[in-house]
């Protein structure tokens, strides 16, 4: 079924709610299969998803809980479709099964997480960036995945549209990872034209359905895919196995084979991969490190370091996951302290610490409140210069 | 030179994946053998069919099977195959798995496919117990069976599988054995042939794990009990289809049409699209 022009891209001025800009994200790159469940404070997310989606000719599906959604979620991705869920910290748990699924049959699909605060129930309403490490370590085994972090509602539309393109083209689940702020509060945002929106598809197999082996890699590691329904009667499992899909449950050459390749395709590809913004760094002696709404606050409270006369910038994450080390290690090669504002108990803290070897790090933690105040991080950049 | 035999199912099985890994006396390449005898008798574009199983031993059957076909994480055969059979409404989608695959750790998945009426064939292999670690009870095993953590006897009341499936809305509900290959085949071509949900449970024996606690040794033992103890009560209430030592029911139990999922899916958007 094909929809009418214009209603893929709704292209213009808008006044949006980070959520929704997500969603228009989505459809405008292409995601035509959404499977969820309801949660706060991601069902925003489904509720635009389910109005637009018909519209474009897509799918989408309430499941029974976040575990069939991702399974459902990967099962419409091996048919041919874009897929996505969105969900919050308690859905992101149950996820994590599926996700190991997706990484090890390299399941192009995006997950949104709208981080809340936990752990477990947490607070449903409140913000937090309490699921960062998550997103790296949640499922067990050793894998790769790519995870952004928006710090706009127009980056909750551009980065939706990255993570489409980053999962077609490494065929890895992609995580947006906002937190609540981003994601309820209502910004402008521009829409481009539909020409304007550059759109990633994965590779197609060159072999005949005869020669087809579904995880031998092209150059950039990544396999191409085909889809079900294409005639090539291949099969894919959970299990370790080789570039014929075949299981191999006992070949130690295989368990390596394999585990290597799945985190060396981000692992060596993360210089293009990884996308960070730098602000009044080149002579600062105090950095702050930060991501999503924590880095707005955090620009504000630079500027106004520098009005005092403190030599502060801002390396903004918008890449989280792979972790953007060398930037980081630059950084603190130059700065004489590095300052961490997170929503959490100190989480991404840690991988700023281990880049940053010598130069002292300090975490401003944040919690069950609403994000950090310019002034607090001001407080903290004036602490650290002293 | 002699002429190489070649059997005429060959095709729909990945030869390279032979042999097996199930053990002797199992009942599995039955449900196998039934699976693809079927797709040939119907005569079906194997391009267009997608096998997806679960975790256990019948799991391994998608790996068997020469079609597109995936080996999901443990209880969720039937939402990957969701999410494909919405996806491509062309495909048929067939979920072969266990009793515990699909009604302990798959359950809520089972029942909710169900009453959607998600266009999907689903078979399940029931052996009574979780084989493939080694023979624990499960949401099937019978009260007072003995298995490795029920060494005192089963004290949980099993699943009238045919039962949960009615209940939760399946188009079609069938129950054979693998004595009952012929049946178990049309059943299985029956089932390919309707829209909607299908669910067809096979009482299969397990005689390695599951039949040598419980005094059967051999699958020979297994098959005989089967065929001791078996009724057909075709359109019977399937409520009262019961197995148990004296007694397995089997037949063909609901046979109705009502819309899939996918039919009411498409129909929604394609109103929400003359709207526009």
């Known amino acids: ?386 | 030179m002699s002429e190489e035999l070649v059997h005429p199912l060959e095709g729909f099985l990945r030869k390279e994946m032979i042999p097996h890994i199930w053990c002797e006396g199992c009942g599995n390449g039955i449900i196998l053998n039934s699976y693809v005898r079927a797709l040939d008798e119907l005569d079906l574009n194997l391009d267009k069919v997608v096998t997806v199983s679960g975790i256990g031993c019948i799991g391994r059957l998608s790996g068997y099977t020469n079609t597109d076909s995936f080996h999901t994480t443990h209880g969720r055969a039937i939402a990957f195959a969701t999410g494909v059979k919405l996806a491509n409404p062309e495909l048929k989608v067939v979920v072969i798995s266990g009793d515990g695959d699909l009604f302990a750790i798959g359950g809520n998945h089972f029942i909710h496919a169900a009453r959607r009426n998600v266009d999907l064939q689903v078979i399940c292999a029931n052996n009574f117990n979780y084989g493939m670690t080694g023979g624990q009870y499960g949401p099937t095993t019978p009260r007072e069976a003995w298995t490795t953590t029920t060494p005192y006897g089963n004290i949980e009341h099993p699943f009238n599988l045919v039962h949960l499936a009615a209940a939760s809305g399946a188009v079609y509900v069938a129950r054979w054995t693998t004595i009952h290959v012929r049946r178990l085949k049309e059943a299985i071509k029956k089932a390919l042939q309707k829209d909607g949900f299908s669910f067809i449970e096979v009482v299969t024996p397990c005689p390695e794990i599951f039949g040598r606690y419980n005094k059967m040794r051999t699958g020979l033992d297994m098959m005989n009990w089967f065929r001791r103890v078996s009724e057909i009560r075709n359109h019977s209430d399937p409520a009262k289809a019961e197995i148990t030592p004296e007694r397995i029911v089997l037949g063909e139990f609901v046979d109705e049409e009502k819309p899939t999922y996918g039919q009411l899916l498409r129909n929604m958007i394609s109103k929400v699209q003359e709207k526009q």
């Open chain 1, 1 to 386: 079924m094909k929809a009418k022009r214009g209603r893929e891209v709704l292209t213009g001025e808008h006044f949006w709610q980070g959520d929704y800009a997500c969603a228009e994200g989505a459809i405008a790159a292409g995601c035509r299969f959404f499977a969820g469940y309801p949660i706060t404070p991601a069902t925003e997310i489904a509720e635009t998803m389910a109005r637009r989606l018909p519209e474009v000719g897509g799918v989408y599906v309430q499941m029974e809980d976040e575990l069939g959604s991702m399974a459902a979620v990967i099962g419409a991705s091996y048919a041919g479709l874009k897929a996505m869920t969105a969900t919050s910290g308690p859905g992101f748990s149950l996820m994590q099964e599926n996700i190991g699924l997706a990484a090890m049959t390299e399941t192009p699909c995006v997950v949104v997480d709208i981080m809340r605060g936990g752990p477990s129930t947490g607070q449903p309403t409140k913000p937090g960036q309490q699921d960062v490490m998550q997103a790296k370590w949640g499922s067990h085994g050793d894998y790769e995945i790519i995870a952004l972090t928006p710090s706009s509602v127009q980056e909750m539309f551009d980065l939706t549209v990255e993570a489409f393109n980053l999962s077609e083209i490494y065929r890895v689940p992609v995580f947006v990872m906002a937190d609540e702020v981003v994601a309820h509060m209502w910004e402008r945002v521009t829409i481009p034209s539909q020409d304007k929106i550059q759109i990633a598809t994965r590779e197609k197999p060159k072999a005949s359905p005869g020669e087809y082996a579904p995880f031998q890699p092209n150059k950039n590691l990544v396999p191409p895919m085909a889809n079900f329904g294409e005639g090539y009667h291949f099969y894919a499992t959970g299990l370790t196995h080789d570039e014929t899909g075949h299981p191999q449950t006992s070949s130690a050459e295989a368990q390596q084979k394999l585990v290597h390749r799945l985190c060396d395709k981000i692992r060596k590809n993360a210089g293009k991969i990884i996308r960070v913004q730098k602000t009044l760094l080149d002579d600062a002696d105090v950095a702050v490190v930060a991501y999503g709404i924590t880095s707005r606050a955090a620009l504000s409270a630079v500027r106004d370091a520098r009005r005092e006369g403190i030599n502060a910038g801002l390396l903004r994450l918008i890449t989280l996951w792979p972790f953007p080390e060398t930037h980081v290690s630059e950084l603190a090669k130059q700065a004489d302290a590095i300052l961490v504002p997170e929503m959490n108990y100190g989480q991404l803290v840690r991988e700023v610490e281990r880049a940053a070897k010598a130069t002292e790090v300090t975490l401003l933690s944040k919690l069950g409140e609403d994000p950090h105040k310019p002034t607090e991080i001001l407080d903290a950049i004036r602490r650290t210069h002293r």
